[in-house]
């Protein structure tokens, strides 16, 4: 007997409201059992709630108040995707998801639940890889370069605004064109203060140019954006998310955990993260129309902080994914307490809703109820008691139909997970990770050569340079300095020559010995010294050549001795 033969069957004792809810969840091919309906205060366990699997790419919504049952849900629908073959991949913000890999513990509470939903609960636990963001807690480390990333999304992460956004698309350019490969965001920085320092302004000047106050609000956003954690996320070896799509080898749906319990204060690194990858799959996959199931389903956990605070630009990218991927095969669940946690464009592409007890302690809450309740389809329960009135673990569902229509109102027990509900232990998730074959390609960070050592490398040569060129002018003026002195030296020698052959001649034109020579000598060696110190004699000699200066001495010195 299928499993809508059986609901049927089952159904035919129910009361007429009740049949007619529970025959909106008549399926004939596989799906997803979520748990019995609530009817007039009983749980009937024959009319089952369930979503067909080919629907779980049309997206979903769980919400709910804090402690109401959301992250439970969330692990019901995991597992069983991954037991039909379909990958999972779970943001884990608060670490409790971990658990999905280990079977759960058998327990009075559990037996209670399983028979109160018709339920055949058997601890299990199911194929997971662990991740970090750039090793940021425990996990394979996540991380993707720069370059990936692209101007138009680093830009809309940096909140950039249009002028800005396009000079940092004419930075990734000119990366591209010299071959400055932008892994980490020290290479952008680096690229950035290349453009608007004295050697690099020219090189953008031919395509409009770095204004240094554009390439100043860059860097700023660039450092606050680190400081937010995102440094470690860029860089390499930049993960490939084709590893998301995997099977383990006993033919269910790998789990991908990624675990941001260690950043869940760090709302923009979450979202820069959730944006990449959504881009790169949506890249990198074809599109395949409508598939009996879907070829991934993400599940975004505490989904307020991937939308609070988050940019317009942002918002419109995540609108325009949700809206787009599902023809690629991937489903998208948001897991939150509030349907007005999520944007109302984002909200709208979700056609799949378990909604969870609500509170109405103030005013605001009671607000918050009115809206979600006219979310729903007309219902025979009243949905604004209803939802205040939910215990855990329980909620109220309405899906899309294996027709695409939506299915009636349905207030649901859950079924209760088979594995274990809570943390994984630290000793057997470290293990895990360790034990991944995905472990030794992505746990250590390489630091090859990129743009920002490789303009290091340019900026130390152009330094050496430099260094070179001032010491050669040094030594050239040294050298010149020194055949100058020489000069100096061979002229003040010449004329000592000549003074000495002049007094040589001396004695017999002074009237022998005795006379006056002695005196005239003197009064020479005198004028010498006068004549070689003074600086129009040292100019003349160096001009005209050492060998003429002696010349014109001669005749200088041998013109005064005979006027007197």
């Known amino acids: 007997m299928s499993d809508s033969e059986s609901t049927a069957e089952n159904a035919g004792a129910l009361p007429e409201p009740a049949r007619e809810i529970a025959a909106g969840y008549a399926v004939s091919g596989a799906a997803l059992d979520l748990g019995a309906l609530l009817w007039d205060g009983n749980c009937l366990p024959g009319a089952q709630i369930r979503i067909p699997l080919a629907m779980l790419n049309r997206h979903g919504l769980v919400a709910g108040a804090t402690g109401t049952g959301k992250t439970k849900t969330l692990q019901l629908i995991a597992e069983q995707l991954s037991a039909n073959g379909v990958p999972v991949f779970l943001a884990d913000i608060k670490g409790d998801v971990s658990g ?21 609960w058997r601890a299990e636990g199911f194929p997971c890889e662990f991740y ?3 090793g940021i807690g425990p996990g394979i480390p996540l991380r993707a370069t720069v370059t990936s990333f692209g101007p138009v999304l680093l830009s809309k992460v940096l909140e950039l605004n249009q002028t800005q956004e396009q000079s940092l698309g004419l930075i990734f350019h000119y990366a591209d064109s010299k071959g400055l490969e932008l892994v980490d965001l020290k290479d952008l920085r680096a690229v950035v203060a290349f453009l608007v320092s004295d050697t690099g302004k020219a090189e953008l000047k031919g395509i409009g140019g770095l204004s240094t106050a554009t390439a100043g609000v860059i860097l700023r956003s660039l450092t606050a954006f680190e400081q937010q954690g995102a440094g470690d996320f860029f860089g390499e ?13 006993d033919g269910r749906g790998l789990v991908s955990v990624l ?8 709302p923009q690194l979450f979202s820069t993260f959730l944006m990449w990858l959504l881009a790169d799959l949506f890249h990198d996959l074809p599109e395949v129309g409508d598939l009996d199931r879907p070829k991934l389903v993400f599940f975004f956990d505490e989904a307020h902080l991937l939308f609070d605070g988050a940019s317009k630009a942002f918002l419109e990218s995540i609108t325009r994914t949700v809206r787009l991927i599902r023809s690629k095969g991937i489903g998208i669940f948001f897991v939150t307490q509030t349907p007005r946690d999520v944007p109302a464009e984002v909200l709208a592409q979700l056609g799949n809703r378990v909604q969870h007890a609500l509170r109405a302690f103030t005013p605001d809450d009671a607000k918050a109820l009115r809206s979600t309740v006219k979310t729903f389809p007309h219902s025979p329960y009243d949905l604004e008691e209803l939802l205040t009135r939910l215990g855990i673990g329980e909620a109220v569902i309405t899906v899309l139909s294996e027709n695409g229509a939506p299915t009636p109102v349905a207030a649901t027990r859950l079924r209760a997970p088979s594995s274990l509900m809570g943390p994984c232990p630290a000793a057997e998730l470290d293990a895990a990770v360790k034990g991944s074959p995905l472990y030794g390609s992505y746990a250590q960070a390489v630091d090859r050569e990129s743009a920002y050592e490789k303009l290091s490398a340019g900026q130390e040569a152009e330094r050496r340079a430099a260094e070179a060129e001032t010491a050669a002018t040094a030594a050239k003026a040294a050298k010149a300095a020194k055949a100058a002195k020489a000069a100096e030296a061979a002229d003040r020698a010449a004329v000592e020559e000549a003074v000495r052959g002049e007094r040589g001649r001396g004695p017999g034109r002074g ?4 006379g006056g020579g002695g005196k005239a000598a003197e009064e020479d060696a005198s004028l010498v010294e006068q004549v070689v ?6 100019s003349l000699a160096r001009s005209v050549g050492t060998q003429l200066g002696r010349e014109i001495s001669r005749s200088l010195f041998g013109t005064a001795r005979r006027r007197r």
């Open 533 to 538: 110190r003074s600086g129009m004699f040292r």
């Open 237 to 249: 070896p930049e993960f490939d998310t084709a590893e998301l799509l995997r099977q383990a080898p």
């Open 511 to 514: 009237g022998g010995p005795g």
């Open 100 to 120: 999905i890999a280990v079977p759960g513990t058998p327990g009075d509470r559990v037996a209670e639940r399983a028979g109160q939903v018709g339920q055949e």
């Open 259 to 266: 675990e941001l319990a260690a950043v869940q204060d760090k």
């Open 132 to 134: 970090a963001l750039g």
